[in-house]
């Protein structure tokens, strides 16, 4: 049972808002539906869509909810990730950078030929690096296939710089303060740039080059 239950979403959802329901709660604040809905009525703490920005990060599209609940004040700074590995502490990092390919979204997808060609310049500056779960063929470089999410995020520790597709590892590599280099197809900036003050990302929607 809860004091409060948060649809922590950017916009409306009537899922979100089935779950705060289903979760016991004195209090619900979320998102209502512009055109009215009865899934509205489960949010005794109401925020119309056009008090969330669009252009507004989602992290700040979160924060905005907790404010409407009065947990946080406008003026508090929004902290930066800090992700604990729950079953090792980090390891020291090294100075080989991890190439991370894999995306499921083509608009992303960079296509093997620009990965291949980025590790020759990485091999021409005698820089070190390792594949994580994936690796073009003919192309020099350690793969690494972690068995799990844990494993997975234990081995992107192990790096300073990440430089992979938009997605999940884009947000995991910097909470673990990895310098993150992103390359997306799509326009994320706006709304879900990962969460970081190490992230370059480069963007072009429908096409990477």
């Avoid at 590599?173 to 310098?179: E, I």
Wanted: net charge positive.
């Amino acid at each position: 049972k809860y004091d409060l239950a948060i649809g922590a979403t950017g916009s409306y959802s009537s899922a979100t808002a089935w779950l705060a329901f289903c979760a016991p709660a004195t209090n619900r604040v979320g998102v209502i539906s512009k055109k009215g809905s009865i899934m509205d009525l489960i949010y005794n703490i109401q925020i119309p869509q056009n008090k969330i920005i669009p252009s507004v990060h989602q992290v700040k599209k979160i924060a905005l909810l907790a404010q409407y609940a009065n947990i946080i004040s406008q003026s508090t700074r929004l902290p930066r990730p800090e992700l604990i590995l729950p079953s090792k502490s980090l390891p020291e990092r090294g100075r080989v950078i991890a190439l991370c390919p894999l995306t499921i979204r083509k608009q992303s997808d960079w296509g093997d030929e620009n990965w291949i060609k980025l590790a020759n310049i990485l091999e021409k500056n005698k820089l070190q690096y390792n594949w994580i779960g994936y690796k073009p063929k003919d192309v020099n470089g350690q793969i690494i296939t972690p068995s799990n999410t844990i494993d997975f995020i234990q081995h992107l520790a192990k790096y300073s710089l990440v430089i992979c597709i938009e997605g999940g590892t884009s947000h995991i590599a910097p909470a673990l303060n990895c310098a993150t280099i992103v390359i997306s197809g799509v326009r994320i900036s706006k709304s879900w740039i990962p969460w970081s003050d190490e992230v370059a990302l480069f963007e072009r929607t429908g096409e990477v080059t």
